[in-house]
């Protein structure tokens, strides 16, 4: 099993990104699919969810609004579309997959994203 993410880099604030999770191995009805963040200094944080059952989605209010995650089971991806970006949303952004039945995670190696004028 894998994660791979994909899409990061430095934007303007105002300005869009879309980050996709390119997941090999896992049946996504079994998982819940979530993007978490980690900025220098400060602890991960969970960004958005989104249930494989159902596809119910969650977001932390600092992003309400302007982050939308999404999945395409024909491409194993889980895509988090970023817009209206602002400064403090710099960090690492890291796919996580978790299956509930084994409470356990799986990480992709993140990516950075920086918004900066």
């Known amino acids: 099993v894998q994660l791979v993410e994909s899409g990061g880099g430095l934007v303007q604030p105002g300005g869009s990104l879309r980050l996709s999770c390119l997941a090999s191995?896992?049946?996504?009805?079994?998982?819940?699919m979530r993007w978490y963040r980690q900025a220098p200094g400060k602890e991960r944080e969970l960004v958005a969810s989104?249930?494989?059952?159902?596809?119910?989605?969650n977001y932390a209010d600092s992003v309400k609004g302007r982050f939308t995650i999404s999945t395409d089971n024909a491409r194993n991806t889980v895509t988090l579309q970023m817009n209206s970006l602002k400064p403090e949303d710099t960090a690492v952004y890291f796919c996580?997959?978790?299956?509930?039945?084994?409470?356990?995670?799986?990480w992709g190696q993140g990516t950075q994203v920086t918004v900066s004028s």
């Open positions: 996580n997959f978790y299956r509930r039945v084994f409470a356990r995670n799986y």
């Open positions: 191995g896992f049946t996504f009805r079994d998982y819940v």
């Open positions: 989104i249930n494989g059952i159902g596809g119910s989605t």
